[in-house]
């Protein structure tokens, strides 16, 4: 940010700014040098040494905050203009605001920080746009400055100012919604839900942009017409576009609701990709964070849900969100918004049983006739038509009926015409000449022979590859390497940004996809990613294949496996997520139909990556899924020694997913398994068999096996000194096994080994360079546990929040399984101090995150109701109905996970059941 602005100004600007990079010197120029006008600002300025300070300890350490006195100063010498210090005296008082609330908290939260970097950002940039703006009109003007406030720098400068303010008081909001009496950071979305009504307008849409619609006014007045209405009966007024790949929906869908954004019609318009669950996740996300929602976070994924849900729910601003590419009622259902009279919604699909449910109504969108399919064709050819208007008119007709209408293949063979320089006339005899494909049913095989075989070696290379990728978001990262990294020969081009854009303008030229200018970032239509894969011959898809997976490998982070963890990985795995899961798909697909797609060495150890990623993630289902076709992926690996050690990264997931959502002692048999393939391995792979070995003593440990895994922990031990041992290398066991250890160490009755243990793995982490948030909250977490045990709750409540604290550190997710064991350990640390209202807070607030996960870990919340229960019969009499109807709803989530069960008012027999990463 600093050296961005520095480098903007002109270079005596820049040397003044860097000439004063201190308080004091900026305090010596007010006293002695400045104007009146800024000497009488200076108690306000106070307020902002003291912001300056905090941020430069906090979280500038390592930054250049020194530019801020020199950009300010400069902004002031240049030239005093009338308004100015007012400006900057206003700017100033409100980092007072900021300073009080940091005054009234005593720990600084990651969202203190965030919002504290964001006052930051807000007035360097203005000091730094003053200056740029002044100097512009002094060189446009030869030195006269228009000091009028309707033009000259003062508009620009005014209208900068006002940004600033009302972009610093937003994040000042989000302050106010933490709630400071909390003895540890509390997440503002837990303190009486976000701010629903934004103070600007927001559209969020695709970053490429729908071509100007053509001839769809009666779908318009349809839309018009259907959604203008309240639903009536609690429901949500909404419509779903149904009908075959390629006719426009999404086109139609983007163009309506950008032209009732321009007429405000609608405050907010918002754009969710609706194909998977992955892209619906990530599209929630992407809403939180446009909307500036209290809490929002890039990788709380469930906890952005819940936070443009409430938005929804909530605002008193006009909305709409389109859904677009929807496969499934399943797939939406979780994140169809509740009935609003604020809102409506359109669904795009192939799927027309979502016109009934859950939509209110449907328009099905149906390709064009052949006189307007023909006039689309002349449209979009406009600029290129020959001169015997009749036979273009006529050969657009013919063209028009041999593709029915399509408005993809109309656009599709508009570029094939465009970029051959022909006549729609020459095109069309040199189309009708072509001999038909035995496959084909009508035009549009044809045509899609036609644009994919006039591509070069570059562009359809390129394609190959986009072709594997998911649709809506392909980000140019991918085809941007590294130095040094090796490629295919097909795949050179690669290392020539010429060569690279080239071939991308060649397949938008051809309409075959979209590009934006701004962001880079690509598109295809589905239609086209899937006839691209059904052209190329088995060898050709295959290298397209491959080619995608190398490049996506480069993309993702390298793993350590001395941490046996991903954390500090989780932000570039969740960037490429959905490209994974598109290669995952893909291949599942390929597979059934038995086209004879072989999986990488490369391919299964991505998929490896992303089992971890999404176990860590608790998205377990998918994980599961990964591991399954995983698993099929591996069957076709040529190598013997691959495939062992593959299937085995594969059975440590999946026996840690079971663990957590099926049967432990299903757990306990795969993973076994594993570790029987592992120790018949030749050479051994001893740094594998430390973690498969821990894994199954933590596993025993959740078994509630103590003894039993104390010996697996012993041999994870073993192994882990024998394989440093063959390495001439000294290491200390690993902290993120030893926590376990210790925990299990707990369940013997070793509470003072055991604590000396997580201390030890605590010192042991904290040298680690970044160290592991998760390890470390792990081992607070075990603490508060062990603390519990020996009956001192205030002691152990103290170390629940020190591990809350380290995992949100990390800026992970509130809505986290993990985070929800802390909120609860808390408040049974506070029923046990007799804190009861308290109790019940923090109890609540795991509640709400058990809630999420209850289909897959019921156990998790039913132990929240059952405590819930306990604190409100301590609570008075009136709370005792309450208490009584959670108790028993408690027992049914119980017996969910255990039929047979018979003890249940007991905090044990829930716990037990409970895996131990969060008993």
């Known amino acids: 940010m600093v050296k961005r602005s520095k480098s903007s100004l002109a270079p005596d600007d820049r040397e003044i700014a860097e ?48 530019y801020l006195w020199g950009s300010l100063l400069v902004s002031q010498y240049l030239r005093e203009l009338d308004q100015l210090p007012r400006m900057v005296k206003s700017l100033a008082l409100k980092a007072e605001s900021f300073n009080r609330h940091c005054v009234r908290t005593s720990i600084v939260t990651s969202s203190i920080k965030e919002v504290c970097f964001d006052i930051q950002y807000q007035f360097v940039d203005f000091f730094t746009i003053t200056i740029n703006e002044i100097r512009l009109a002094e060189s446009r003007d030869y030195g006269v400055v228009v000091t009028n406030a309707s033009s000259g720098p003062q508009q620009s400068i005014r209208r900068r100012y006002e940004e600033a303010s009302l972009e610093v008081g937003e994040a000042l909001s989000r302050l106010s919604k933490i709630d400071t009496a909390s003895p540890f950071p509390v997440d503002p979305t837990t303190t009486g839900g976000v701010r629903s ?26 839309l018009e017409e259907l959604l203008a209405a309240d639903a009536g009966d609690g429901s949500l007024q909404s419509i779903a576009l149904h009908g075959l790949g390629g006719v426009g929906k999404t086109s139609i869908a983007s163009s309506y609701a950008e032209k009732k954004y321009s007429q405000e019609a609608y405050d907010v318009v918002l754009w969710v990709h609706g194909e998977k669950d992955a892209s619906l996740r990530q599209s929630y996300t992407d809403i939180a964070l446009r909307l500036k929602l209290p809490g929002a976070q890039l990788l709380a994924h469930e906890e952005n849900h819940l936070l443009v849900h409430d938005w929804f729910r909530t605002t008193e601003c006009k909305w709409l969100v389109i859904f677009d590419n929807v496969e499934s009622s399943n797939t939406l259902r979780p994140y169809w918004p509740r009935a609003t009279n604020q809102g409506r919604a359109i669904i795009t699909t192939r799927n027309h049983s979502l ?131 090796e490629l295919p020969s097909n795949l050179e081009f690669l ?31 589905r239609l086209i990613q899937a006839q691209f894969r059904y052209f190329l011959a088995p060898e050709q898809l295959q290298k397209a294949f491959n080619d995608t997976i190398i490049l996506v490998s480069y993309v993702l982070p390298e793993i350590d496996m001395e941490k046996g963890q991903l954390y500090e990985g989780w932000e570039s795995y969740n960037r490429y997520l959905q490209h994974v899961i598109s290669l995952r798909d893909i291949f ?56 062992i050690d593959l299937e085995c990264t594969i059975l440590s997931h999946q026996a840690q997913v079971i663990e957590i959502i099926d049967e432990i002692q299903r757990a306990i048999a795969i993973c076994r398994q594993d570790i029987s393939i592992r120790r018949k391995e030749k050479p051994q792979k001893k740094i594998y068999l430390a973690h498969s070995v821990g894994n199954l003593g933590i596993i025993h440990t959740s078994a509630n096996e103590p003894e039993k895994a104390l010996g697996y922990f012993l041999e994870s031990r073993g192994w882990w000194a024998s394989h440093y041992e063959d390495q001439n290398e000294d290491r200390v066991f690993g902290p993120c096994i030893q926590v376990y250890e210790a925990r299990c160490r707990m ?67 509130r809505v986290h399984p993990f985070n929800a064991g802390i909120l609860y350990n808390i408040g049974a640390c506070c029923l046990d101090q007799g804190k009861v209202e308290a109790s019940i807070k923090h109890i609540r607030e795991s509640n709400e995150i058990t809630e999420i996960y209850s289909r897959t870990m019921p156990v998790e919340h039913g132990r929240n109701l059952f405590k819930l229960s306990e604190a409100l019969m301590q609570n008075g009499d009136e709370k005792e109905a309450e208490a009584s109807v959670l108790r028993d709803e408690a027992e049914s989530f119980l017996k969910k996970k255990r039929p047979d069960a018979i003890e249940t008012g007991t905090e044990n027999a829930y716990s037990d059941l409970i895996p131990i990463y969060w008993r």
């Open 747 to 813: 369940d013997i009755g070793e509470l003072d080994l055991a604590e000396e243990m997580l201390h030890d793995a605590l010192a042991e982490e904290k040298k680690s360079k970044p160290p592991s948030f998760g390890t470390m909250a792990n081992a607070y977490f075990f603490l508060g546990v062990l603390y519990r045990r020996r009956q001192q709750p205030e002691s152990a409540e103290d170390l629940f929040i020190q591990a809350q604290n380290t995992w949100r550190e990390g800026d992970q997710t």
């Open 495 to 525: 290392d020539s940004q010429f060569k690279i854009l080239a071939a991308i303008s060649k397949l938008t030229t051809r309409a075959l996809i979209k590009r934006d200018k701004d962001s880079g970032v690509l598109t295809v239509h």
């Open 197 to 222: 009504t934004p103070k600007q307008r927001c559209i969020l849409m695709p970053p490429v942009k729908t071509n100007r619609i053509f001839d769809r006014l009666d779908v318009f007045l349809q």
């Open 355 to 485: 016109a009934y449910e859950p939509a209110q109504s449907g328009i099905e969108i149906t390709s064009w006739d052949v006189n307007t399919g023909a006039e689309f064709l002349l449209f979009l050819l406009k600029k290129s038509i020959g001169r015997d208007l009749a036979s273009e008119s006529t050969s657009a007709h013919t063209l028009s009926e041999k593709l029915s209408g399509h408005a993809l293949a109309l656009s599709q063979m508009a570029g094939l015409i465009y970029d051959g320089e022909l006549s729609i006339k020459e095109f069309t005899s040199m189309y009708l000449e072509n001999p038909q494909p035995a496959h084909a049913v009508d035009g549009l095989s044809k045509l899609w022979q036609l644009s994919f075989e006039s591509l070069d070696a570059n562009s359809f290379s390129l394609l190959g590859i986009i072709s594997f990728l998911q649709s809506d978001n392909i980000p140019m990262e991918i085809f941007k390497l590294r130095d040094g990294l």
């Open 19 to 66: 000439l004063f990079d201190s308080w004091d010197k900026l305090l010596e120029w007010l006293l002695n040098t400045a104007p009146s006008s800024m000497r009488m600002i200076q108690p306000a300025l106070g307020h902002l040494l003291t912001f300056v300070r905090f941020f430069h300890a906090n979280i500038g350490q390592d930054l250049d905050v020194s």
């Open 588 to 643: 599942q697909e390929d597979s059934k139909a038995s086209r004879g797609l072989k999986a990488s060495t490369l391919f299964c150890e991505i998929l490896n990556q992303y089992q971890r990623y999404l176990y860590e993630k608790c998205d377990f289902e998918e994980c599961a899924r990964t591991c399954q076709v995983n698993r099929a992926a591996v069957l076709t690996l040529s190598s013997d020694e691959d495939k």
